[in-house]
Each structure stands twice: as structure tokens, then as C-alpha cells.
């Protein structure tokens, strides 16, 4: 299958003060279309920096990152937003939503960007709150939901405008076992049946058994798996 | 305009919070609305006298400062002026110190220059036959309920008679109305006769406090006025003639320049609201780091979140401008009305709304811009990281 993601000696290094800190060092990563893959490694090991930069939330310092046939590392600030809200759906810990929207209103945010009438967002929104299994809540704020469902609305949000890639970062990390699995769940079908390339970034174990592939990153290094 | 909806959440995201910063917007542009009617109502009346019917002569240096009588004459010679009247403040109050009445010594021919005041000819008669005589608006009447025929002891706060008392004794021979065109005010207005109040008054025999011209020719208006006040020039007395709005205007810089006090008054005001209403959107945008921080990373651009923040603060203080300038305009016609029209305030004229609204959207930008910088420069990985 053809790479979706291709990484070529990316490093990333913050600047704290007077002090550089390299997170990532020379990172090679190959992802191809249509694939599941989980990254885990321990905490500090730069997990969320490479999921950033895969997401177009940062640029790397050096190196190169091409997604589909964009160098996104080479993008301006505007650009690279406008490209994100095309191309990336971004699935968070502590789903992000906002407080004083239903969940129609909150799956609807990124349509916002997009030339779509107020009645085809709705539409759009209801079909991605569909999908997530959520349409008897349409008219719900975050406060008035489980976890599992806020984060299904947050998932529903990140498809609704029909992204290749969804980036996860740890999108289990704060749900019970019941709700990760309906989570986890949701995304393989969103693998396997929309065809959706997924990063996602986990502590857990049985949320990589999920994944086609998994990467564990240390001390900023990717150290190859074997495939589960 | 889409995002309107976002923009509306966010405002009211904090409801208690927001709504007390608009109740102080609220009472800040209501105050804004009662002041600055009062203000435009005292300053208009332009310095060209050109199109007025009539005019007022009083002294250059004070309008407290009188004139001699023997002006009247002198003023009825100059071509184009067709007939002058002259008139007396009186100061008078009836019965209680609070019970202020506008009144006023008239020359006999006072009443004729001014038709908006309508007596009928019977009591026009009555007080020209009546040296204590006086014609009342129906309003004042009301007020005190007097009827025709009723003898009223007024008293001046200004002058006594010969012997001290300063109750002058009145018998009321006219109620007047007044036509629609007529200054605000002139239906609560008494008047009595110049010769009683000169004759029995202690001091100032033989003067009167401003005289009223009328005009032939209302375009010569500037011309006759610079003749009129040619007749005293280089003398002890004096005197400025001008519109009757330009005299109302001098009449209220006696209390002071409204101008000056309003603007002086309001500059507080706005000071604080702006620190209020600042630390309001500050806040409000501090606590929503992450809600922006995830706009941003689903795609919205740096300008996009800069104006939405700039119109969150602008919303803001229209919202709360617009219901302070509506109640200011409510409570105008209500308080003129509950006292018996004693005390006048104007309703809301165009330029007050229209500086209103500029205010609302300077002061919202004002308070805006800091925490709409900050929201466009937020980083988006730091924010979402809580850093
Ligand atoms: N903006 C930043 N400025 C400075 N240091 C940073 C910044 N972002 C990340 N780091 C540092 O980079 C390292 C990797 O951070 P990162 O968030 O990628 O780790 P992670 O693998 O996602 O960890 P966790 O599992 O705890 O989420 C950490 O040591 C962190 O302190
Ligand atoms: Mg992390």
C-alpha cells in the first residue's frame, strides 16, 4: 500500500531559556495508508511531539515530513491550519470539547471552515454523531455526557469533515475499561471500513491490541515492535 | 456572522460574571445617555443668529447684570426690528421653598410677541386692566390648583418690595396654553406686569433684565443684531444680543460648562469600565486557553480567533451600551412626565445614540485587543499540554 506518512530524520529540540533539550533524535517512520498504528513508550519520551508534528500542530526542527504529497514541515502557520483542517482529525485525552455547545454544535466546529451551508453542517454533523452512535444525544452539552460518549463526540468532530488521518493522543488515558473498548472499537471501524490511517499514542497495552502495528518510542528513539 | 453562535457561548460562558460586567455597562451608558441629552440640549443653538424670528438682548458681561429701560426705545428705532418687549426674573416660589416657579416681570407687550402663548382675548383684557394681575400655564395651574380669581401670595427669592416683605400679593386673571412649537417649559411659566414688580420692588427701579426683538426680517437677523448692541457699545451697559437658544445656553453656562462637566464626569466612568470590562475578557479568555487552543489546532487561523475575541468584547458593550442608552431614553420622557414636567429631560437625540454607539465599539476594542492578542499568538501544542 502507498505511504501515507513519510518521515525522514525528523529531530525536534526545545528551547527552554538558555537550555536546548532534544526530544526527538533523527526519527525515520514510514506510515502506510490505511494503517492502525499505536505508539507507546514511557512518559517524557516524545510520544506527543511526534504525534504533533504527524498532526501539523508543530514543525520539526530538522529533518522532513510528508503527508499524502505535502511537505507539512515546510508550511507557514496559516497554511498549515488550513491543510489541518482538511486532512487531519485530532482525537485528545480529555476530548476537548466545548462546554457551552451541544454536541451537534461541537461535531459541527470544523464545518465551520468549510463553504457548506448551515443546513448541510447540520446534516454532516448528524450523520458523524450517527456513526459515533450518539444521535439520540444531538442536543446534549459535554456536561450532560459520559466520558465514553464526550469522547465519542469528540471523535464524531474529528471525522465529520472527512479527514485521511485521525492523530489520538491517548484518547483512552481517562476512560474505564467499558468505554475505552466502545472507543477503540469505533476507531478499528473507522480503519477498516472508512479506510481512516490512524496514530494513535497509548500507555495501554490492550488499547495497542488494536492497532496493526506498534512503535514504541525512547528517549526520543522509535525501537520497532513486532507486528501484534 | 456563523460564528455567532461561538462567540455568544463564549460571552456567556461565565453567566453571573458577564452579566454583572453588563450591568455596569448598563448603568456606565445610561448615565453616558441622560448626561449627554442634557448637554446637547443646553449647547445647540448655532452663533449665527440667522433665521430667528426673534431675538434677546441682555448684557454682554452677565445676564444678571441688568439694563436700563430706556433702551426699549432706542432698540424699536433700529430698522428691521419690529417690535421689543422686555422681562424680569423674578426668582418666585409659592408657599415652600421647593415649589419653584418661572416667573417673570413682562412689559405690555411682551405677551404679543410671543404667540405660542394662547390666552383667551377676555383674560388677555382682564390682565391689562389688572396692575397685580398674572396669567399662568395651564400646567403650573395644576399644579397648585389655582383658578381664576384666586389672589396667590408669591414670593421672590431675589426681591423685596419697599417695606421688606418679599410676598408679593397676585390675583391670577389668565390660564394659558401653549401651541405645540412653544420652548419647553413656557406652560409652567407665570407672568406678571413689569410696572407692579418695578414700582413696589426695593431695588433696581427702572431696569429690566433682557429685552426680546422682533424681527421683520429673519435673514437680517446678524445684521440687526450687531445694530442693536451698536447702541451701547463703549458704554457701563453693554449687551449682547443673540437667538433665544444661544441665551438658554448662556443662561445654563451660569451653572457651568455641561460640556466640560460631562465629558469630565464620563471620562471616569469609561476609565472604570474599561479596567472592569478588561479584566472581564481577560479573564474570560485566560480561562478558555485550551477551547482556543482546539479551534486552532481543528484549523481556525490566527485572524479568525483574533476577531472572534475582538467581537466577544464588542458584543459585549453594545449589548450593555444599547440597554443603557434604551432605558436613558425610556426614563427621559418618564421623568419629565412623573413631575409634572418641572424637571425637563430631553429624550435622546440622534448624536447622542450615535456617539453611544461609537463609544461601545471603542471601549469594546479597547478592552478587547489585549485578549485577543493573546488568544492569536497562543501555541497550540503548549496550550493543549496546559503549559
Ligand atoms: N514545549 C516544550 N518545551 C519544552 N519542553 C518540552 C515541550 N514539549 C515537550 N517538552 C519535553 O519533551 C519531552 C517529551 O515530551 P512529550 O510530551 O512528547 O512526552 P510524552 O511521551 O508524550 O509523555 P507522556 O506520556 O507523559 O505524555 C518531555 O521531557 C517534555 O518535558
Ligand atoms: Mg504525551
Known amino acids: ?228 | 456572522m456563523k460564528y455567532l453562535h461561538l462567540i455568544w457561548a463564549a460571552l456567556f460562558r461565565r453567566k453571573t460574571r458577564t452579566i454583572l460586567t453588563i450591568v455596569s455597562i448598563v448603568a456606565a451608558f445610561l448615565l453616558f445617555g441622560m448626561l449627554d441629552s442634557v448637554r446637547t440640549a443646553f449647547e445647540t443653538g448655532s452663533t449665527s443668529a440667522v433665521g430667528a424670528r426673534r431675538l434677546v438682548t441682555s448684557s454682554r458681561y452677565s445676564i444678571i447684570q441688568p439694563l436700563p429701560q430706556a433702551l426699549q426705545n432706542r432698540i424699536a428705532a433700529i430698522p428691521g426690528v419690529r417690535k421689543v418687549g422686555y422681562a424680569n426674573w423674578f426668582g418666585g416660589i409659592y408657599q415652600d421653598p421647593k415649589n419653584f416657579v418661572f416667573s417673570y416681570a413682562i412689559s405690555p407687550e411682551y405677551l404679543d410677541l410671543y404667540p405660542e402663548i394662547e390666552l383667551a382675548p377676555a383674560q388677555r383684557k382682564a390682565f391689562d386692566a389688572t396692575r397685580t394681575g398674572a396669567v399662568v400655564g395651564r400646567t403650573l395651574a395644576k399644579r397648585y390648583g389655582w383658578k381664576i380669581g384666586d389672589k396667590i401670595p408669591l414670593q421672590s427669592t431675589i426681591f423685596p418690595q419697599k417695606n421688606g416683605d418679599k410676598t408679593w400679593p397676585m390675583d391670577i386673571v389668565g390660564i394659558f396654553d401653549v401651541s405645540k412649537d412653544a420652548a419647553n417649559g413656557l406652560d409652567q411659566a407665570l407672568f406678571f406686569h413689569w410696572t407692579y414688580f418695578n414700582e413696589a420692588n426695593a431695588y433696581g427701579q427702572g431696569t429690566v433684565g433682557w429685552y426680546i426683538d422682533e424681527l421683520s426680517d429673519p435673514s437680517q437677523a446678524d445684521q440687526v443684531a450687531n445694530r442693536i448692541d451698536a447702541l451701547s457699545a463703549n458704554s457701563p451697559n453693554e449687551t449682547k444680543t443673540q437667538t433665544e437658544q444661544a441665551f438658554q445656553a448662556s443662561f445654563a453656562k451660569q451653572i457651568g460648562n455641561i460640556g466640560l462637566i460631562v465629558v469630565g464626569i464620563m471620562g471616569a466612568v469609561f476609565f472604570t469600565l474599561v479596567l472592569l470590562a478588561g479584566n472581564t475578557m481577560a479573564q474570560a479568555v485566560r480561562e478558555r486557553t485550551s477551547e482556543l487552543a482546539v479551534l486552532k489546532t481543528i484549523g481556525f487561523s490566527r485572524g479568525s480567533v483574533l476577531m472572534m475575541v475582538l467581537a466577544e468584547a464588542v458584543l459585549l458593550l453594545v449589548l450593555g451600551g444599547l440597554i443603557g442608552l434604551g432605558i436613558a431614553a425610556a426614563l427621559g420622557p418618564l421623568v419629565t412626565k412623573g413631575s409634572g414636567g418641572l424637571v425637563n429631560l430631553p429624550s435622546l437625540g440622534l448624536s447622542t445614540w450615535m456617539t453611544g454607539m461609537a463609544l461601545m465599539i471603542v471601549i469594546g476594542l479597547l478592552v478587547g485587543v489585549l485578549p485577543a492578542l493573546r488568544g492569536m499568538r497562543l501555541n497550540i501544542v503548549d496550550a493543549l499540554a496546559g503549559r
Not at chain 1, 533523527?26 to 512518559?43: R, Y
Not at chain 1, 501539523?56 to 496559516?78: E, F, M, N, W
Not at chain 1, 488550513?82 to 451541544?102: C, D, E, H, K
Open chain 1, 1 to 228: 500500500m502507498a505511504t501515507l506518512i513519510d518521515i525522514r530524520d525528523v529531530s525536534k529540540t526545545y528551547t527552554r531559556g538558555k537550555q536546548k533539550v532534544e526530544v526527538l533524535h533523527h526519527i525515520d517512520l514510514q506510515v502506510a495508508e490505511g494503517d492502525f498504528l499505536a505508539l507507546m513508550g514511557p512518559s517524557g519520551s516524545g510520544k506527543t511531539t511526534l504525534l504533533n508534528l504527524i498532526g501539523g500542530l508543530d514543525v520539526p526542527t530538522g529533518g522532513s515530513i510528508t503527508v499524502g504529497d505535502k511537505r507539512i514541515d515546510q508550511l507557514g502557520a496559516g497554511a498549515l491550519a488550513r491543510w489541518r483542517a482538511s486532512n487531519v482529525g485530532f482525537i485528545f485525552q480529555f476530548y476537548n470539547l466545548m462546554p457551552m455547545l451541544t454536541a451537534q454544535r461541537n461535531v459541527e466546529l470544523p464545518l465551520l471552515l468549510t463553504k457548506l451551508s448551515a443546513a448541510q453542517r447540520k446534516r454532516n454533523a448528524g450523520i458523524a454523531l450517527k456513526l459515533v452512535g450518539l444521535e439520540e444525544r444531538v442536543t446534549h452539552k459535554p456536561s450532560e455526557l459520559s466520558g465514553g460518549q464526550q469522547q465519542r463526540v469528540a471523535i464524531a468532530r474529528a471525522i465529520v469533515s472527512d479527514p485521511t488521518l485521525l492523530v489520538c493522543d491517548e484518547p483512552t488515558g481517562d476512560l474505564d475499561r467499558e468505554s475505552a473498548e466502545d472507543v477503540l472499537g469505533l476507531l478499528r471501524t473507522l480503519n477498516r471500513e472508512h479506510g481512516k490511517t490512524i496514530v494513535m499514542v497509548t500507555h495501554d497495552p490492550k488499547a495497542a491490541e488494536y492497532a496493526d502495528h506498534v512503535l514504541h518510542l525512547d528517549k526520543g528513539m522509535l525501537v520497532e515492535q513486532a507486528t501484534v
